[in-house]
């Protein structure tokens, strides 16, 4: 792969013109008096399917040849590339399967359906979405679209950060979400182009800090399925196409713990009446919390979604 451009990103925003959401950017008093900053909430739970994930995918599918058209598409989700897979190829007019974790969130698995999607439920702690992806997709004739490895989808996740600083303004920071690192790479690239002085910070969980070992060690580490909250999270290590833009471009990784993660969801709720998944969460959650300081600065949070089931939303914020 040759190494991806802001003109990749220029790409998808066009193909993404008239189909994805130019979600709007929120912001908050009483987050900047709690944090010291003047914080930019690019609010991509309001996104298509709930999230950012649906940029990335219909980027993708709209790369597709004839030929990939009619055989289909296949992927591995915990749940919102899933739905985002699903969704933009139902628009498309191409078939989906997407491979599930038994126990995904429930209001994700019905979601995925309802959009068209075939669901096959793996076991995460046993079986490897990867191996059962490659296999599936050589058994059936179709395109394997990984939810973040995959030069097309991080080009596609890279327009929110486009869209936020063009809405924004020039920001001396930037806090993305990190699991696989599809939408940390794509942001990276859009905001050094934009406004090169600006820092990348990804936020993870702390339970899941595989891209923070990663960035120290230089090389891809790979740890157990984390035990957190942050669903969209769960993932044993970062991309390859990803790692390369990260450890070019992204200024540090830092971690939030579960902890936070929900008075986050509980101050967005709140305070600002949104619904926000503890994935979503990550980054806001390093400026609300001092993980990362912020007083003084015009700082981007990127919120990556919402799709969280009630009854779990209920417990997580009473």
């Keep these: 792969m040759t190494d991806l451009t802001y003109a990749d990103i220029e790409a998808a925003a066009e193909r993404l013109r008239g189909a994805a959401h130019r979600t709007p950017v929120l912001t908050s008093r009483t987050a900047n008096a709690r944090s010291g900053g003047q914080l930019f909430f690019k609010a991509e739970n309001l996104q298509r ?31 919102n590339h899933a739905q985002a897979i699903a969704l933009s190829a139902s628009l498309l007019g191409i078939r989906s399967a997407i491979i599930m974790p038994h126990d995904a969130p429930a209001l994700k698995v019905a979601a995925t359906r309802e959009y068209g999607g075939e669901v096959i439920t793996y076991d995460r702690y046993k079986e490897d979405r990867e191996e059962i992806g490659r296999r599936l997709a050589a058994e ?43 939408l940390l790479a794509g942001c990276a690239l859009a905001a050094k182009a934009l406004n090169p002085a600006c820092r990348v910070i990804g936020v993870e969980p702390e339970l899941g800090n595989d891209g923070q070992q990663s960035l120290r060690a230089g090389r891809i580490i790979h740890i157990p399925v984390p035990d957190t909250i942050a669903d969209g999270a769960k993932v044993t290590h970062v991309g390859e196409h990803n790692f390369r833009v990260i450890q070019r471009l992204v200024d540090d990784i830092v971690t939030v713990s579960d902890a936070q993660l929900i008075e986050t969801m509980r101050f967005f709720a709140e305070r600002m009446k949104i619904v926000v998944e503890p994935t979503g969460c990550l980054a806001a959650a390093a400026a609300l919390h001092g993980v990362v300081p912020v007083a003084g600065l015009r700082v981007g949070v990127l919120i990556s979604g919402g799709n969280v089931d009630l009854p779990a939303f209920a417990r997580f914020v009473a």
């Design 140 to 182: 059936r004739g179709m395109t394997l679209i990984p939810p973040y490895d995959h030069p097309d989808v991080i080009c596609g996740q890279g327009t929110a950060a486009k869209e936020l600083i063009e809405d924004a303004g020039a920001l001396d920071l930037l806090l993305v979400c990190l699991g696989g690192g599809g």
């Design 49 to 79: 399917m709930g999230a950012f994930k649906f940029r990335g995918a219909y980027n993708a599918l709209m790369r597709f040849d004839a030929a990939q058209r009619a055989a289909g598409v296949l992927t591995y989700s915990s749940g």
